[in-house]
């Protein structure tokens, strides 16, 4: 199995930096906003639902309810400020949460809801290392046994045992 042979298959440094930048996506994760947007068609209409808001007159769910819309209409999941494009800016520039905006998006005017912030992570090779030897061992344990099957099955076809073969 793939697992048997891993442990004797060699994994170089260079090989092991390669891999580490071709997956640099899944161990360096930028700053993310877990937001809500709500799109005006006016930039006045977004200052005054946001005044609102700031005077404690409504919340940002009554304003999204008075406008026939649910909360999960609008929910934009987690998001990186190169995401939400010209609009980043001012989502990420608050260091809470809350209501945020209006700021410019290509669908116009918007406020945003800042339900969370998620701080960058980032795991560098060294943390890495074991995972991603572990991992091209597999593979390259995979491919030695996927080579080494039609030699193997031809000559279990010419007759040769299973003992002959070990």
């Known amino acids: 199995s793939p697992e048997d042979l891993a442990g004797e298959v060699e994994v170089g440094e ?28 006016s930039q006045a209409d977004a200052e005054a639902a946001k005044a609102r808001i700031d005077a404690g007159e409504a919340t940002f769910a009554q304003i999204v309810a008075d406008r026939g819309l649910e909360l999960a209409d609008i929910d934009m999941g987690d ?3 190169a995401e939400l494009e010209d609009a980043g800016p001012v989502v990420f520039a608050s260091d809470d949460t809350g209501v945020v905006g209006p700021a410019q998006t290509v669908l116009g005017p918007a406020l945003f809801q800042v339900n969370a912030i998620l701080a960058a992570q980032e795991v560098t090779l060294d943390e890495a290392r074991e995972e991603l030897t572990r991992s091209i ?10 080579d080494q099957a039609g030699g193997i099955e031809d000559l279990l076809a010419g007759g040769a045992t299973l003992e002959d073969l070990a």
Request: no cysteine.
């Open 79 to 81: 998001v990186t400020e």
């Open 137 to 146: 061992a597999l593979d390259r344990a995979r491919r030695l046994i996927l």
């Open 14 to 41: 260079e090989e092991l930096s390669v891999a580490y930048q071709e997956r640099l996506g899944d161990y360096v994760q930028p700053e993310r906003r877990i937001v809500e947007r709500l799109v005006f068609t």
